[in-house]
């Protein structure tokens, strides 16, 4: 095959940049790299599509079209025909494509046919799609855009006219572009996801936690760990070092290795056990964060977890034992508790 030349190849170029681009926090290129890959080649319709797996069978995971089929008319028609086993739709694997079809375009209903004539027009994705929406004629030529044997999407123009050699050079020449942005829209996605769930897992332990590095350096942590933070930044500071080292600490620090990342190693710290006035501090300082208190109303409550009745807290704080009878009772109200037993247990309890 020939290769691209003149203003073709200056405006893939382009495109082929965009997409390499990367704006953080803004939206992606692949939209507007669709619309000038489709004025380009000349085409009806330009797309980028993938799949995923659910428990009745696949939807639609990224629609990204221009031009007809941008239409509303068509996206029910095509999330109809994934609802179910879309192997039988498509004619590949849509999470592990066979080797000799990944990043090759070709005109995916002569395909079918040449492997067994007549069947593209007896399908469902035929039936199901380009046949309800009058697209009887229309040619797709497309590749399975991959990251080694997994599938990014499926990238492709539309065209009721058969598609020519020019067409399939433009294809060809973005599948590495779009190979690469597809690859890292799904990394960030996925770290997000995964952000999202260690930091679910972290706040479920009950107890205050920890990523660090080898280094001791601390990555993420849960409310419990935020307070003890805030409160004996010193004191955990230490332990973590200490644990790290394998030296013995009053505050008892439990590793777990749960990544090898490209800048080390990283360990899930959870403090198994710690002098009282730490886990106090440190369920302390997540209800505090959890109910929003005032600086006042923490140093109420944690002297009310501390034992301390409300004359003496309010001579530690040089307030009148009113004022710490009105603080009393926000918290109770706060906590959703009616005594004073009932809120130290909730807060004591994590």
């Not at 489709?38 to 069978?57: D, F, H, I, M, P």
């Not at 990544?259 to 886990?279: C, F, H, K, N």
Request: charged fraction near 20%; include cysteine.
């Amino acid at each position: 095959m020939r290769a691209l030349a003149g203003r073709d190849a200056h405006r893939i170029t382009e495109i082929a940049s965009a997409l390499d681009t990367l704006q953080i926090g803004g939206p992606s290129a692949i939209p507007t790299s669709l619309a000038e890959l489709r004025e380009l080649g000349e085409a009806e319709s330009a797309a980028v599509y993938t799949v995923g797996r659910c428990l009745s069978g696949w939807e639609l995971e990224r629609w990204d079209v221009d031009g007809a089929l941008a239409d509303p008319r068509v996206r029910p028609h095509v999330d109809a025909l994934f609802a179910t086993e879309a192997t039988d739709a498509v004619f590949y694997d849509p999470l592990l494509p066979a080797a000799e079809i990944r990043d090759r375009v070709f005109e995916a209903g002569a395909w079918v046919d040449e492997r067994s004539p007549g069947t593209w027009k007896a399908s469902r994705m035929y039936r199901h799609v380009f046949e309800p929406l009058r697209m009887f004629e229309h040619k797709q030529l497309r590749a399975l855009v991959c990251d080694g044997p997994v599938l990014l999407g499926w990238f492709g123009i539309l065209h009721p006219d058969e598609t020519t050699a020019r067409q399939a050079l433009l294809l060809t020449a973005l599948v590495p572009a779009m190979r690469r942005r597809l690859a890292i829209e799904r990394r960030l996605a996925t770290g997000v996801h995964h952000a999202r769930a260690l930091e679910v897992a972290l706040t479920q332990l009950g107890a205050a936690a920890f990523v660090v590095s080898a280094t001791g350096v601390i990555h993420e942590t849960n409310a419990h760990g935020h307070a003890l933070l805030v409160s004996h930044r010193r004191d955990i500071a230490m332990a973590l070092a200490d644990a790290l080292t394998g030296t013995a600490n009053a505050i008892a620090i439990e590793l777990t290795p749960v990544a090898e990342t490209g800048v080390g190693p990283r360990w899930l710290a959870i403090v198994r056990d710690a002098p009282s006035e730490l886990r106090i501090a440190a369920a302390v300082g997540r209800w505090a964060s959890v109910w929003n208190l005032t600086p006042r109303q923490r140093q109420v409550l944690e002297l009310l977890a501390r034992g301390q009745p409300n004359a003496t807290i309010a001579a530690l704080l040089a307030v009148s034992s009113r004022t710490i009878e009105l603080h009393v009772s926000a918290l109770l109200a706060r906590g959703g508790v009616e005594s004073r037993s009932a809120l130290l247990a909730r807060v004591l309890a994590g």
